[in-house]
């Protein structure tokens, strides 16, 4: 009787087991959301990527580097890019893949550095994500308090905005732009604030492991972004888990839009007509 009892028991047992492995599972396929299919091939073509010594951005840099591109890290910290570098030439065989210091003091600065390295016909890529305020009467949170959160989100909404002026201004020239929401992934994000709070760092990080996309999942709807063939119609759309979605109102705002452009060109010196 008190064997019978035990068997099953671990019937029971087993059965709750794979129930929660299984369960599992199906929980991380559905974090992971999209995944680029694209077999693209990119050998002659030169990739730039800003942030891309971590997180996102380096396992785009890996993607392009594995499909043959030569891959251009645009990066502020140079120790950290040649770790990076090294490590992407090492897992995908190619070794050139290069890096440019790259001091983003200005809008105008970048714009001459990809002019360096990018043809006019290739297409402009611009990674982004979701909503917010522009707040055009105090864009720098000089006149109200600093909120790292409102200021993030203002960030975001400025990166949806920008895209869709650029692929507006840039129509019929080859050049698209594309905005997206990677996921919620595990990167090196928010670790500025982490630094500060090391007992909800450790707190944190099971969860994150468990209910995070990985920065290889996080990445794949800008690799899509950058590589599907036959997307150039998409220009100015927004994406996101590797398909086109609908952004929030306030991204869809084409007068803002145009008036982002026109104050961020006035604030670093440049023609806003442009
Ligand atoms: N992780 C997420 O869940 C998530 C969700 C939605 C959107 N995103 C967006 O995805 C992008 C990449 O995020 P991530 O998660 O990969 O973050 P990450 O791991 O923190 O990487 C950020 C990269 O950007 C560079 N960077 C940061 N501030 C910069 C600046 N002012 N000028 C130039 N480079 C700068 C960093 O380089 P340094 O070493 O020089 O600092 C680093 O290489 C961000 O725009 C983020 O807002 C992320």
């Known amino acids: 009787m008190r064997d019978q009892v035990t068997s099953s028991d671990r019937v029971n047992y087993g059965a709750v087991i794979a129930l929660v492995a299984i369960s599992f599972m199906l929980l991380r396929k559905w974090i992971a959301g999209g995944v680029c299919k694209s077999r693209a091939c990119l050998d002659g073509k030169t990739v730039v990527i800003t942030g891309a010594n971590t997180g996102i951005g380096m396992e785009t840099a890996k993607d392009m580097a594995r499909r043959g591109a030569r891959v251009v890290m645009a990066c502020r910290d140079l120790t950290r890019a040649e770790n990076a570098a090294e490590y992407i030439r090492r897992s995908t065989g190619n070794g050139n893949v290069v890096i440019r210091h ?3 003091a200005s809008l105008y600065s970048v714009q001459e550095f990809v002019k360096e390295f990018i043809a006019t016909e290739e297409r402009l890529d611009i990674l982004i994500n979701n909503a917010g305020k522009i707040e055009f009467d105090d864009l720098f949170f000089d006149k109200r308090p600093y909120s790292p959160l409102l200021s993030y989100k203002q960030s975001k909404l400025a ?30 994000l928010i670790r500025h604030i982490l ?6 760092k450790i707190i944190l990080s099971l969860p994150c492991i468990l209910l995070m996309k990985t920065p290889w999942q996080g990445a794949q709807t800008s690799i899509y ?5 036959g997307l150039e119609s998409k220009s100015g759309c927004y994406f996101s888990d590797c398909a086109e979605k609908d952004p929030a109102p ?16 006035g604030l670093v010196g440049l023609n806003p007509r442009r």
């Open 159 to 188: 990166n949806v905005l920008f895209s869709r002026e650029l692929a507006r201004r840039m129509k019929g020239t080859g050049v698209s732009s594309y905005c997206l929401h990677p996921g919620v992934i595990r990167t090196e």
């Open 225 to 229: 972004c950058a590589v599907t063939e």
């Open 250 to 265: 306030e991204g869809k705002d084409d007068e803002v839009a145009r008036r982002l452009w026109e104050e961020s060109a």
């Open 102 to 104: 790259l001091n983003l």
């Open 195 to 200: 630094v500060r709070f090391p007992v909800l």
